[in-house]
């Protein structure tokens, strides 16, 4: 990859964020952290990440998808990858489960993690998704050269 | 046996008497006088007296009359040979059983005792029987009275109805329900009784075509949960009368039933989040993210630490929690505490803190304060709850205030802080486990959300209150109303 990739997290734990700026940093990813969901959607589309890594409960139950839902709507931000995450999910069984899936689809989630996730769990499921949308992008240009 | 006295003032008359009963075995006694027959039926009781009617002290109606006011079960004859129609009305009059005119033969007299004795025997029984009937009465309406009592003591809702679908009792829990007087609910037609739309569910219950032995529901009304049962009742016969209707108000179990998971999914969420900060932290050592030296760790290992610390203290209050459940009254054994000796305790505690901050504390306690009815450790863990948020949700340069005084026979304690305050809307929720305010302000201050929780119920549960006044950006005022000893 010619340019390292920039990976944007939105948590209010700032151990955590700490942790990640420097696993993902020993990586060679550009690390943006934001520690609050006011003042995130400006801060994002002014750096404008490849991937963004949202944290489901900060100051609400569902600040993560409001926010999430947000980001979509601005076209700039149509198609990068939103990986959320979340510490309720598996404590709550199926039923949230399901209005997660209902959710992720009303905002183009790309994949669901359950808090406490490992950073490697975490790298996986980011090489994942780049990978696929730059595969998207090549096809996309092959279809445009073609 | 049959005893008799007979009363006549002829020796001849009445030893004659005397000896045609005896020989027939008939206990007999005799009598000269009014006054000896006065003396011999104040001694004992007798079947049957024959009484003459002229006697020397007083008349046969006289001793009639005090016999009567005597309210003595004998029969009585009466004998003389002055037969005539007005002594046998006056005679009458005073409750002359029979009326016996001389001369007459021994025969007459045996007749006229046999008949007596027999009326005497069938008095008796009439007697007996309005006895036990009386009893069975008294003790029927006993029995009514303990069943109506019971029910109407019932805190479930009970309703009765008949075959006609009258509502033939209800009890007052059922009344309240429904919001009717029960002298008005009975004999009403339960159909009009259960026709408002929000008693459907009963209607539903009891309508004419269910015909079950036992039905069992759940339902709701207002903003209340019933567990239903209606039970068919039946006569000796078997056949159905009537069906009772039970409501069982479960509302509270429901409430906490619920409040158990949710408990636990907050409980979940709150070890989680730690869990995975500490997770990161660690992993940016085991994965080398910083490279071969390891000094670039330490801070992230620190972090996790402390990030430890914070989890067990978290532990330690989740046991206090439920410790405090489990005794649910205060231990009776605890001191009574002493309000300045506790005040004095828990700013000992906070000194460095407060003058870290340079927050002025100031204490107006008033002298000579009865002691609270809380025990000792308890109020300084509250106290000291109150004070630690008083500092931690404070600004630099603020006011700490301590009050306590008696008014109302309540001792009253203020913590009052010039913090950051709380929004109003989330007051409601300050004192729930878990339960922090998210804002900005807030966000840097360590916090688990179960100090208030443990105020609250230790308060509570000494019979006390707390309340709290807040305005964002002024600050707060916590309030402890304590009983005294």
Redesign the interface.
Known sequence: MAKSPKILFVDDDRDFLAAQTAFFGGRGYEVVTLDRVEGALERISQERPDIIVLDLMMEHYDSGFLLGRRIRQDPAMIDVPILMLSGVAAATGHKFGAEAAALKDWIKLDAFLDKPVTGRQLLKAVEEKLGERAQAAKAATATAAG | MTSILVIDDEYGVRSGICQILQLEGYTVEVAATGREALDFLDKQAFDIALIDYQLPDLDGLTLLASMRSRKLATMTCMITAYANIDTAIAATRQGIDFFLPKPFSPDDLLGVIETLSRHKQLKEEAEKLRKENEASLLALATEKSQTSSLVASLRDAVLVINREREVVLANHAMSALLGREPTELVRAPVDDVLGAAHLSGLADLLSAQGDEERKLAELTIGDRIFFASVVAFHGEQGTALGRILTLADVTDMRRMAMEKPRF??TM??EF??P???????I??AT?????ADLAPYLP?LE??DH?IDKMVELIGELLSLSRIDLERTANAADPPADISAAVAATMDLYQEKLAARRIAARLDIAPGLPRARIGDDDLKTVLSNLVGNAVKYGRDNGTLQLRAALRDDKLVIEVADSGIGIRAENLPQLFQEFFRE?R?ET?DIDGNGLGLAIVKRLVERAGGRIDVESTVGVGSIFRLSLCTV
Not at chain 2, 287 to 291: A, C, H, N, P, T
């Open positions: 636990i999914r979940v969420h989680r989040s869990l995975g900060a500490i997770r990161s932290l992993e940016v994965e080398k993210s910083l490279g992230f972090r996790a990030r998210k900005a966000r």
